[in-house]
Antibody
Framework: EVKLLESGGGLVQPGGSMRLSCAAS????????MYWIRQPAGKAPEWLGL??????????EYNLSVKGRFTISRDNTQNMLYLQMNTLRAEDTATYYC?????????WGQGVMVTVSS | EIVLTQSPTTTAASPGEKVTITCLAN?????MFWYQQKSGASPKLLIYSTSSLASGVPDRFSGSGSGTSYSLTINTMEAEDAATYYC?????????FGAGTKLELK
């Protein structure tokens, strides 16, 4: 069974940093592109970025809305996905999900809440 | 950026009723994906590549469309289908979602 479990959320001050983690299990992690998506309360999901699989060199791609502030990485020895978020703003407040793409975001984590507030 | 406009924003249906949700793109897209999200839960993939049912999705759900116009149809509404539905495009970065259609049980 595919499982994705995010951790690391919480309250952070504007201008601060936070790193989210996503533990993956139940599939061959290195075979898949992995993604981060966020969803502010009551709003639509927003794709943040992706990190490609082993065959595609683990390269990254970002939504321009977060490029330069957010960085996606992965530890393939631990089956972990990360999202490093810097210079956080109030508008970054949302539930953050990691997800896997197999012809659609077929698996999502349960999400972790990030609140940016003083 | 490709903007996806869903309609209606909210709707309600009685059990057994047919429901259609539309998604219009401001530029042509190759395929459309549809997700269902119930309150407090993560989104769930319903339809991929415009018209293919994701694993475990009841066959009362169907998708169709091409170019800039796509739709999701629930052939016979059931109580468990009350949720918010999102379309999503995979044709160009950023891979955008529609604003959602909230479907309520009448």
């Amino acid at each position: 069974e595919v499982k994705l479990l995010e951790s690391g959320g919480g309250l952070v001050q504007p201008g601060g940093s936070m790193r989210l983690s996503c533990a993956a299990s139940g599939f061959t992690f290195t075979d898949f592109y992995m993604y981060w998506i966020r969803q502010p309360a009551g709003k639509a999901p927003e794709w943040l970025g992706l990190i490609r699989n082993k065959a595609n060199g683990y390269t990254t791609e970002y939504n321009l809305s977060v490029k330069g502030r957010f960085t996606i990485s992965r530890d393939n020895t631990q089956n972990m996905l990360y999202l490093q978020m810097n210079t956080l703003r109030a508008e970054d407040t949302a539930t953050y999900y990691c997800a896997r793409w197999v012809g659609g975001f077929d698996s999502w984590g349960q999400g972790v809440m990030v609140t940016v507030s003083s | 950026e490709i903007v996806l406009t869903q309609s209606p924003t909210t709707t309600a249906a009685s059990p057994g009723e047919k429901v259609t949700i539309t998604c219009l793109a401001n530029s042509s897209v190759t395929n459309m994906f549809w997700y269902q999200q119930k309150s407090g839960a993560s989104p769930k993939l319903l339809i991929y590549s415009t018209s293919s049912l994701a694993s475990g999705v009841p066959d009362r759900f169907s998708g169709s469309g091409s170019g800039t116009s796509y739709s999701l149809t629930i052939n016979t509404m059931e109580a468990e289908d009350a949720a918010t539905y999102y379309c999503q495009q995979w044709s160009s970065n950023p891979y955008t979602f529609g604003a959602g259609t909230k479907l309520e049980l009448k």
